[in-house]
């Protein structure tokens, strides 16, 4: 679908509301990739991700008349897929009892206005892999932060609504997991080399999710 970035997200579920289903693609490619993040940031893989993103869509548009716009739909959709992982998480036993311990510094590991030059030379898919791995060795609590802040560009409210925890907790773990992290990688990358999600992909999932939401309809 050409030119999505023309409509809002209020916009557009108007007219999924209104009729238009198809317009749904448009969240779809809208926010692959966050979701694509948020499931790697539970360790999951890229399979039972990919599985977890597709019933996290058909979940928003079963719901997507009680959106409220009380969040962003981003927020709101996100916290749809945090949930998702968060019981498969529990059906398997894991534990991600986490308490954090560091003040805020509110010094942003990807500001656009530090110098990147250097990291976007040096910087390669390798080193991202380097990254994701690294990633998987922080706390889980604090890696969520990390991904929601650092890598899908939540604010700090946006961040604790999604994980239902206070704006101080938010705080106190991003600053932990960059303290975690900052060691191992310094500052030669940036958050889109994380997690790459792309084109293929992105393709694939509309069709999976759309080909659903058709089957649902007949």
């Known amino acids: 679908m050409k030119h999505f970035d023309q409509y809002s997200d209020l916009e557009v579920i108007r007219k999924i509301l209104g009729g238009e289903m198809a317009m749904f693609e448009i969240m779809i490619r809208r926010y692959n990739a966050a979701l694509y993040k948020a499931g790697r940031a539970y360790n999951?893989?890229?399979?039972d991700t990919q599985d977890l993103m597709q019933d996290s869509f058909i979940d928003a548009y079963l719901n997507l008349?009680?959106?409220?716009?009380?969040?962003?739909?981003?927020?709101?959709l996100l916290r749809i897929m945090l949930n998702n992982c968060f019981r498969k998480k529990q059906r398997f036993s894991f534990k991600n009892e986490i308490q954090g311990d560091i003040s805020d510094k509110s010094i942003p590991m990807f500001s656009s206005n530090r110098n990147t030059d250097t990291a976007k030379i040096v910087l390669t898919?390798?080193?991202?892999?380097?990254?994701?791995?690294?990633?998987?060795?922080?706390?889980?609590?604090?890696?969520?932060?990390?991904v929601l802040r650092e890598i899908n560009g939540l604010n700090i409210k946006e961040t604790a609504e999604a994980l239902n925890i206070s704006e101080t907790n938010v705080?106190?773990?991003?600053?932990?997991?960059?303290?975690m992290l900052r060691k191992a990688v310094e500052k030669t990358?940036?958050?889109?080399?994380?997690?790459?999600?792309?084109?293929?992909?992105?393709d694939a999932m509309v069709n999976r999710v759309m080909e659903k939401i058709k089957s649902m309809q007949q």
Request: proline residues 2%.
């Open 189 to 202: 990358y940036d958050g889109e080399a994380l997690f790459e999600f792309n084109l293929v992909y992105c």
């Open 171 to 179: 705080k106190v773990r991003l600053n932990r997991a960059k303290s």
């Open 125 to 146: 898919k390798e080193l991202g892999f380097v990254i994701e791995e690294a990633l998987k060795e922080v706390p889980e609590d604090y890696r969520l932060v990390f």
């Open 44 to 47: 999951f893989n890229h399979e």
């Open 65 to 76: 008349s009680k959106y409220e716009n009380r969040s962003s739909f981003k927020t709101w």
